[in-house]
């Protein structure tokens, strides 16, 4: 009896056409998304873009808080006071019965109005509202390095989960391919046996190797499930949304030598440009705590206007006051809170200089391991892909020995797994070299 005449026998065909099938219909329903719009959408959605963002925003505002300190002030006044003052008692000499009465005053109202303006304006504080308004400015474009910053890693942080993604599906279809081949191979080894051409142990060791095929494309749909997770995520979406990679794997050539690469990175690195601002920020800060050490000179005019009646149209013809007055002013000593605030801004400064010298070590650093990273992919890519031609048709041959009887089934097998292994790691390789060309880019600062 054939083993293909049981019933539990007959599903596992059924299995593998229905699992094909469920995976055709779960790719036709679902999202299909090029890499560029995923990074579109990442850089709508994703909330780290977000808060980079929103500080840099913030610093733009504070710019305008620095330039306030260099304009100047001007101030206005106006009020008025109603006063009722009620009986006062006091005592009084009556000549006419010549001694001491009690006596009192009646209530008294007064009234009070004034209105005016003033004008000041800081002419000189040791260059302080100067090196505020620098260190402003250096901040916001430090602000807008670290969002650009956070922009290029969610990208490549997008291209990894995609492609990751691309090969997850890739290795899927290899499973699936996998399990079809098996199958076959279980119903050849199967035909031999009722033919007597072969051993039962043929049939047994078709079978195992079709149940592994079988473990392994469950293995493969749940990494390929997990991968579109692992994309929802980084896009701020629902993880049990599905999407369908459109975009294949790609295999150009950078056009950058690593001289060259690392020039360019070297300018456009968004980490380092940060550091450079934060250096220079910290450097105005330590010049604007140093003018605390010398004169602050200013200047003040106002005019007011002060009457009992409510009658502006006077305002400027009595009762007003003009007022100019200049203030020169010492920091002798104020409980060395000048000294303490410039060391610090010293120590800062330090700190941001060897913050510097990291950021440009780590972007060579990068550069190089980048370079690195692509000249190995590269190569594994060339040497994979004539393994993957080599183990197919050392398979061919395989199964059509097998055929002819001149082959075991263990020969078989062994070119099966190498052929199905030789591809997942030509897939391997192509996901390795898009990913070593992303982290060029973004090691260069594109």
């Known amino acids: 009896m054939s083993i293909f005449s049981r019933p539990h026998q007959t599903i596992i065909p059924v299995i593998i056409v229905i699992c094909s099938g469920l995976f055709t219909i779960q790719a036709s329903n679902a999202d299909q998304l090029t890499l560029e719009e995923c990074v579109g959408i990442a850089r709508q959605n994703n909330l780290e873009i977000r808060s980079a963002q929103n500080n ?15 304009m100047p002030r001007l101030d206005s006044w106006v009020s008025g006071s109603r006063t009722v003052t009620g009986p006062t008692g006091y005592q009084r000499w009556d000549q006419n019965t010549n001694q001491f009465v009690n006596a009192s005053t009646g209530i008294s109202i007064s009234k009070n109005y004034s209105a005016g303006f003033s004008l000041s304006q800081t002419l000189f504080d040791g260059g302080a509202n100067i090196y505020n308004v620098y260190n402003a400015e250096a901040q916001r474009n430090a602000s807008r390095y670290q969002y650009v910053k956070a922009e290029k890693d969610i990208i490549f942080s997008v291209k990894e989960k995609y492609y990751s993604l691309l090969k997850a599906k890739m290795l899927l279809a290899v499973r699936i391919e996998a399990v079809k081949r098996g199958e076959e191979q279980l119903k050849i080894a199967q035909s031999r046996y009722d033919l007597g051409a072969t051993a039962i142990s043929d049939v047994l060791k078709a079978k195992v190797q079709y149940g592994t095929d079988k473990l392994d494309l469950v293995d493969a749909e749940n990494v390929f499930k997990m991968a579109m997770a692992d994309l929802n995520y980084i896009l701020n979406r629902d993880v049990n949304l599905d999407i369908e990679p459109v975009q294949e794997f790609r295999t150009p050539e950078t056009g950058y030598d690593y001289e060259s690469a690392l020039k360019t990175a070297m300018q456009r690195q968004p980490a380092l440009l940060e550091a450079q601002e934060n250096l220079r920020a910290s450097n105005y800060q330590k010049l604007a705590a140093r ?22 149209s006077n305002f400027t013809d009595e009762n007003y006051q003009w007022n100019v007055s200049g203030t020169l002013s010492f920091n002798i000593f104020e409980g060395f809170q000048t000294k303490a605030t410039h060391n610090s801004y010293k120590i800062a400064y330090r700190t941001a200089r060897d913050n510097l010298y990291a950021a440009q070590n780590g972007v060579a650093l990068e550069v190089k391991q980048a370079f690195l990273n692509l000249g190995k992919a590269r190569e594994q890519l060339q040497v994979t892909e004539e393994s993957e031609k080599a183990a197919q048709e050392d398979f061919n041959l395989a199964q059509e020995k097998y055929n002819l009887g001149a082959a075991t089934i263990l020969d078989v097998i062994v070119a099966q797994v190498n052929y199905k292994q030789a591809e997942a790691n030509r897939i391997q390789s192509l996901f390795d070299y898009n990913l070593a060309i992303s982290q060029l880019e973004k090691a260069i600062g594109l």
Request: zero cysteines; aromatic letters at 16%; a positive charge.
């Open 56 to 70: 840099y925003l913030v610093s733009k505002e504070d710019v305008w808080k620095a330039y306030g300190g260099l």
């Open 291 to 312: 003018g605390s050490w010398l004169p602050s000179l200013s200047l003040r005019a106002s005019y007011g206007w002060n009457d009992h009646k409510l009658n502006l």
